[in-house]
């Protein structure tokens, strides 16, 4: 059975959502998935100081937070996180920056990666910020699979090849039938891989 990680960070809820959307298209097409969450590195005091940002805290408090554990166990990644000033936000990239030991070990080598956002409005930075992360996953020797045209789905979202993106709070149907294509390919590419 494919193994895929689900990783997301999520202040107000988009990518959570879109997280759990990509985990159950996953889980239907086959693939064993772990859904796991970034760790918050703000102060919590920041946190619990705006209501809806405490409250998605709370929201996803059962969730385990993302360890090298998932990384390795994984056959495949599904990313998920907003863009901050265009590039992806800053406590996924805290989490990308502990990964150093496994890199070298060549334990993030020949594995699958996709990528989706968010950003408050249409032009906030959703391409540069997937383009960043593909680089990094390349430095990993990973396998990118970005949806491309590859459904009509894609077009209907807006049309992001690289991968899903969203106008912050506004993830709909449309959203949710091109994640869902996003998370199949992802099982489909990466079980021809193992």
Known sequence: MTKIAIIFYSTYGTNHAIALEAAKAAEAAGAEVRLRRVRETAPAEVVAGQ????????????????????MTWADGYFFSAPT?????????????DTLGPLWMEGKLANKTATATTSAQNL???QEST??????TFMHWGAILVAPGYTDQSIFDAGGNPYGYSAQAGQFDDKGKAAVAHQARRLVEMTAKLV
């Open 123 to 125: 032009h906030g930075g």
């Open 130 to 135: 997937l383009l960043s992360l593909y680089t």
């Open 84 to 96: 901050r000033y265009g590039v992806v936000a800053s406590q996924l990239r805290a989490f990308i």
């Open 51 to 70: 209501d809806a940002r405490k409250a998605q805290a709370d929201k996803m408090s059962d969730i385990p937070e993302v360890s090298a554990d998932d």
